[in-house]
């Protein structure tokens, strides 16, 4: 039986060290490469859903308005709570500063009073950002036909505190539905939604409807990225596999 010096264990264990670390980061890439690849795949998958809705005109019956998801259509009867006005901040448009303007917007569905965020368009800023002016809007009971909108991710804040002002119109940082129920005094006979509704085109109230039926990123560009990491995957597959074989000729050559 072949007898190792305490160097040749040395160089052993340093050896296999090596090749383990090798595997090991090997690995890694090609799980996290072929992850993203799938990742992209369901990506342009729920944006070609999204697409398919947004140009959808089936309206979801708003006694299932808990099930509802983003880019549905709703169709709401009821009022604006005009007097409560929310300013959502840093919504440029045009080059121009302004506000997205949220509205409480009030229906009895059954026994139930629901509260839905209705985002009425923009609004241009004042020039003075502390004068905030109240927006004409009608009072009495009417229809809506809007949309669901749900983010994607969670818009950047600088913080998670909405430095609100004091009276109304209130100017607030991003979209809070559970800071705009306690802001109105949401009493425990009504709910509230936890989403935002966006008016369709020529409806009651409408301000600039600055958002239109586009995607920040098509589900071509989705599939695209894929394509891209999963070369990527091949790609260090062949790598790997081309480096091994060089490794082996190498040994067997110092052998000979």
Not at 98 to 103: A, H, K, N, P, W
Not at 106 to 122: A, S, Y
Not at 124 to 133: G, H, L, P, Q
């Given at each position: 039986?072949?007898?190792?010096?305490?160097?040749?264990?040395?160089?052993?264990?340093?050896?296999?060290?090596?090749?383990?670390?090798?595997?090991?980061?090997?690995?890694?890439?090609?799980?996290?490469?072929?992850?993203?690849?799938?990742?992209?795949?369901?990506?342009?998958?729920?944006?070609?859903?999204?697409?398919?809705?947004?140009?959808?005109?089936?309206?979801?019956?708003?006694?299932?308005?808990?099930?509802?998801?983003?880019?549905?259509?709703?169709?709401?009867?009821?009022?604006?709570?005009?007097q409560?006005?929310?300013?959502?901040?840093?919504?440029?448009?045009?080059?121009?500063?302004?506000?997205?303007?949220?509205?409480?917007f009030?229906?009895?569905?059954?026994?139930?009073?629901?509260?839905?965020?209705?985002?009425?368009?923009?609004k241009?800023?004042?020039?003075?950002?502390?004068?905030?002016?109240q927006?004409?809007?009608?009072?009495?009971?009417?229809?809506?036909?809007?949309?669901?909108?749900?983010?994607?991710?969670?818009?950047?804040?600088?913080?998670?505190?909405?430095?609100?002002?004091?009276?109304?119109?209130?100017?607030?940082?991003?979209?809070?539905?559970?800071?705009?129920?306690?802001?109105?005094?949401?009493?425990?006979?009504?709910?509230?939604?936890?989403?935002?509704?966006?008016?369709?085109?020529?409806?009651?109230?409408?301000?600039?409807?600055?958002?239109?039926?586009?995607?920040?990123?098509?589900?071509?560009k989705?599939?695209?990225?894929?394509?891209?990491?999963?070369?990527?995957?091949?790609?260090?597959?062949?790598?790997v596999?081309?480096?091994?074989?060089?490794?082996?000729?190498?040994?067997?050559?110092?052998?000979?």
């Open positions: 039986m072949p007898q190792f010096s305490v160097l040749q264990k040395v160089s052993f264990n340093r050896w296999r060290g090596k090749w383990v670390g090798f595997a090991l980061l090997v690995t890694f890439f090609f799980i996290l490469t072929v992850f993203l690849g799938f990742w992209q795949l369901d990506r342009a998958q729920q944006k070609e859903n999204l697409l398919v809705r947004a140009v959808s005109n089936d309206v979801l019956p708003i006694s299932q308005w808990p099930s509802a998801v983003n880019g549905q259509l709703v169709n709401l009867t009821g009022n604006y709570l005009t409560f006005q929310f300013l959502v901040d840093n919504k440029p448009f045009e080059g121009q500063a302004g506000y997205d303007l949220i509205v409480p009030v229906e009895n569905i059954g026994d139930e009073r629901v509260v839905f965020w209705v985002n009425l368009g923009w241009k800023a004042s020039i003075d950002r502390d004068v905030f002016t927006t004409a809007l009608p009072t009495e009971s009417l229809e809506v036909l809007a949309r669901v909108y749900l983010p994607e991710k969670k818009a950047f804040r600088l913080s998670d505190k909405q430095f609100a002002n004091s009276g109304w119109p209130k100017r607030v940082q991003y979209f809070a539905p559970d800071f705009f129920a306690t802001s109105i005094g949401l009493d425990s006979t009504r709910l509230a939604s936890g989403f935002e509704l966006r008016l369709e085109e020529h409806q009651p109230g409408l301000q600039v409807r600055r958002w239109l039926p586009s995607l920040l990123m098509p589900p071509a989705h599939l695209a990225y894929a394509v891209q990491w999963f070369l990527l995957a091949f790609a260090l597959i062949v790598l596999v081309v480096f091994l074989v060089r490794h082996f000729k190498e040994s067997v050559n110092n052998e000979i």
